[in-house]
C-alpha cells in the first residue's frame, strides 16, 4: 500500500488519536509490540478544519503507565470524570445537553484485561438525545484530556498528606527555632552584650575586689575602735595625773591670778588710765601661763622631749578615719558594678540552656526543612510520572439498536 493509499484508508475508518495535555503527556504513540495499536492522525485529518462536527459515537482506548512505585486508583479518577461537576459541565458546552443527559452519553468504562487499559466511549443515540450536537469525538477527547488532569490530581492528593505533614513540621520547628532565638535576645541584654565566659570572669574579678576591700574596712574600723578605746584610756589617765601634780595646781592658781591682771589692765584701758600696750602685755603673759599648764598636763610622767600620747593618738585616728572612708567609697563603687553581673550570671545558665536548645532545634529544622523538599519533590516527580497513551481511537455515526459505530464517510 502506497503512502496515498494508506492516508485514504485512515480518512474512510476515521482513525485519530488524542494528542498530549499538560501536566501528563498523552501519546498517540503506541508500544512496538502492541499491534492494535494504529499510527496517530492530525485532528484535522478526520475533520476538516472549520467543518462542523458530526460524529454521534466515540471511543477512545487508553493504556495508562507509571514510573512510579505506586498506581493511583483508577476507578476513583473515572467517577471523578463522569461527575456531573465534571463530565456534565464539559458535555453542556460541547452537547448542549444538561449536565445530567451529558452524564448519562458516556458508556461505563470497560476493562480490556490489561490492568493499565481502559475504553471510554460516547454513545449520541438520536433517539434518546435527538437535540444534542453531534459532537462525540470532540467530548471524547475532551475527556481524555480531563482524565489526565484528574489523574495527576489523584497524585498530589496522594502525596499532600506526607506534603502537609512535612510543612507542619517544618513551621513548628521554625516556631519553636524563633521562640529560642527570642528568648536568647532579652537573656543577651541582661548579660550587656558579652559571653558567658566574660560575665564569669568579670563577677569573679569584682567579688575577689568586694573581699578584700571588705577585710581591709573591717581592720580599719576595728583599728578606730582601738584607737579611740587608748586615747579615752589615756585623756583619763593624764587627768588623774594632773590632779596629783603640785605643779599644775600652782599653775592654775597663776593662770588665775593673770586674768585677774588682765581684766583690771581692760578696765583701766577703758578709763584712760593706762595705755593698751599694758593690756596686750598682760594678755600676752596669760597665754604664757596656759601654754605652761598645758605642757605640764600633758608631759606628766614622760620624759623631757617626749612627744605628747594624745597626739600620737589623735593623729592615728584621724589617719584610720580618712582610710576608712576610702574603703567605703571604693567598696561602695565596686557593689554598684557587681549587681548587674549578679543579676546577668543569675542568667548564664538559662542562657546556656537556650543555646544548647537552639543547637538542637536548628539540627531539627534542617532536617524538616529537607524532609518537606524531599515530599515536595517526591509529589512533583509523582504528578508527571504518569503517561497516557490513546492506543485506539474511533468516532463515527451511531447506528442500530445494538448501538454499533459506523465509520464517518
Not at 89 to 100: D, F, Q
Not at 164 to 183: I, N, T
Not at 185 to 194: D, P, S, V
Request: glycine share 6%.
Amino acid at each position: 500500500m502506497n503512502p496515498h493509499q494508506l492516508r485514504h484508508w485512515a480518512a474512510t475508518c476515521g482513525i485519530v488519536f488524542a494528542l498530549a495535555w499538560s501536566p501528563f503527556h498523552v501519546s498517540s504513540a503506541a508500544p512496538a509490540d502492541d499491534p492494535a495499536a494504529t499510527p496517530a492522525a492530525s485532528k484535522s485529518a478526520a475533520t476538516p478544519q472549520g467543518a462542523p462536527p458530526n460524529t454521534t459515537f466515540a471511543q477512545r482506548t487508553l493504556r495508562i503507565t507509571s514510573n512510579t512505585n505506586s498506581t493511583p486508583d483508577f476507578t476513583v479518577v473515572l467517577g471523578r470524570l463522569r461527575s456531573v461537576e465534571i463530565a456534565g459541565a464539559m458535555g453542556k458546552g460541547i452537547l448542549g445537553l444538561s449536565p445530567e443527559e451529558a452524564v448519562a452519553t458516556i458508556a461505563e468504562p470497560e476493562w480490556t484485561g490489561n490492568p493499565s487499559e481502559v475504553k471510554l466511549s460516547v454513545d449520541l443515540d438520536p433517539r434518546t438525545y435527538p437535540k444534542a450536537r453531534p459532537a462525540a469525538k470532540e467530548f471524547a477527547d475532551r475527556l481524555v484530556a480531563k482524565f489526565t488532569e484528574l489523574l495527576a490530581q489523584e497524585r498530589r492528593d496522594e502525596d499532600m498528606p506526607r506534603v502537609q505533614q512535612a510543612r507542619e513540621w517544618f513551621d513548628a520547628a521554625r516556631h519553636d527555632y524563633d521562640s529560642v532565638l527570642a528568648r536568647m535576645k532579652e537573656k543577651g541584654a541582661l548579660l550587656g552584650g558579652q559571653s558567658p565566659e566574660a560575665v564569669r570572669a568579670s563577677l569573679s574579678k569584682l567579688e575577689d575586689e568586694r573581699q578584700r576591700l571588705e577585710l581591709e574596712l573591717a581592720g580599719m574600723e576595728a583599728r578606730q575602735r582601738a584607737v579611740e578605746e587608748w586615747l579615752d584610756r589615756t585623756s583619763k589617765q593624764m587627768e588623774e595625773q594632773a590632779k596629783a601634780d603640785p605643779v599644775i595646781a600652782e599653775l592654775e592658781k597663776a593662770v588665775a591670778a593673770q586674768e585677774q591682771v588682765v581684766k583690771m589692765a581692760r578696765r583701766q584701758s577703758e578709763s584712760g588710765t593706762v595705755p593698751q600696750t599694758e593690756v596686750a602685755a598682760a594678755e600676752a603673759k596669760l597665754s604664757d601661763v596656759k601654754i605652761n599648764l598645758l605642757d605640764r598636763k600633758r608631759g606628766t610622767g614622760t620624759a623631757a622631749g617626749a612627744q605628747d600620747p594624745l597626739a600620737n593618738l589623735t593623729r592615728e585616728l584621724q589617719s584610720l578615719s580618712i582610710d576608712t572612708v576610702d574603703r567605703k567609697a571604693r567598696l561602695a563603687f565596686v557593689e554598684k558594678r557587681i549587681s548587674p553581673l549578679r543579676e546577668a550570671a543569675a542568667s548564664v545558665s538559662d542562657f546556656e540552656l537556650l543555646e544548647a536548645e537552639r543547637a538542637s532545634l536548628r539540627t531539627e529544622l534542617e532536617q524538616a526543612r529537607q524532609e518537606l523538599r524531599q515530599a515536595e519533590r517526591a509529589a512533583q516527580a509523582s504528578a508527571g510520572g504518569d503517561r497516557v497513551v490513546v492506543v485506539k481511537s474511533q468516532d463515527g455515526k451511531h447506528q442500530g439498536p445494538t448501538g454499533s459505530p459506523v465509520p464517518e464517510q
